[in-house]
Antibody, heavy 125, light 110 residues
Framework: QITLKESGPTLVKPTQTLTLTCTFSGFSLITSGEGVGWIRQPPGKALEWLALIYWDDDKWYSPSLKSRVTITKDTFKNQVVLTMTNVDPVDTATYYC?????????????????WGQGAMVTVSS | QSALRQPASLSGSPGQSITISCTGS?????????LSWYQQHPGKAPKLIIYEGSKRPSGVSNRFSGSKSGNTAYLTISGLQPEDEADYYC??????????FGGGTKLTVL
């Protein structure tokens, strides 16, 4: 059974760096094909894709956030970390991590099949 | 990279069928069969209901079905039930190794 859980600060000041950790179980990022993505949702608004990391350390980023976002993995701790620099109140959102379902090696994953519960982050002074 | 276009809201009565559209471009929806749909109830995490355009994960009701024509994908919910009232989002792989979500559709079951 795959589970994921997000952790990190609930309140961050503008211009600071936000670091969120996704701790997962039920799969390993050592295994070929596995991936974990980050998606956020501002209050009352739509989902927004942020970043994705695969078992082979291939990293994908949203073009609009690429300059501020970094995704890394710690395969031994079964964790994926999202770092966002220079945060602004518009970054206030619930941040989700999710498992990437990959059905065919060598091709992009098909969908996010298991999601964490989400972590609400408020950016305010 | 623009969000995929979805109707902001739709409504239907119990037992009816509704279809939600998700319009992209030849850079995403039109060129790849990596389109997924998610259902989100208030205060909950999204749930995968369709992947690769038309496939249902185990445990998802067969009242949910997906299709695609050109640059537009569709989610059809047949036999609407009160518990189908939720927000629905599409998501597609896009060229140059990115992904994009739709703006979401709020479904009301009258």
């Amino acid at each position: 059974q795959i589970t994921l859980k997000e952790s990190g600060p609930t309140l961050v000041k503008p211009t600071q760096t936000l670091t969120l950790t996704c701790t997962f179980s039920g799969f390993s990022l050592i295994t070929s094909g596995e991936g974990v993505g980050w998606i956020r949702q501002p209050p009352g608004k739509a989902l927004e894709w942020l970043a994705l990391i695969y078992w082979d350390d291939d990293k994908w980023y949203s073009p609009s956030l690429k300059s501020r976002v970094t995704i890394t993995k710690d395969t031994f701790k079964n964790q994926v970390v999202l770092t966002m620099t220079n945060v602004d109140p518009v970054d206030t959102a619930t941040y989700y991590c999710a498992h990437k379902l990959t059905l065919r090696l060598g091709q992009p994953g098909s969908a996010y099949d298991v999601w964490g519960q989400g972590a609400m982050v408020t950016v305010s002074s | 990279q623009s969000a995929l276009r979805q109707p902001a809201s739709l409504s239907g009565s119990p037992g009816q069928s509704i279809t939600i559209s998700c319009t992209g471009s030849s850079s995403d929806v039109g060129s790849y069969n990596l389109l997924s749909w998610y259902q989100q109830h208030p205060g909950k995490a999204p749930k995968l209901i369709i992947y690769e355009g038309s496939k249902r994960p185990s445990g998802v009701s067969n009242r949910f079905s997906g299709s695609k024509s050109g640059n537009t994908a569709y989610l059809t919910i047949s036999g609407l039930q009160p518990e189908d009232e939720a927000d629905y989002y599409c998501c597609s792989y896009a060229e140059t190794s990115t992904e994009v979500f739709g703006g979401g559709t709020k479904l009301t079951v009258l």
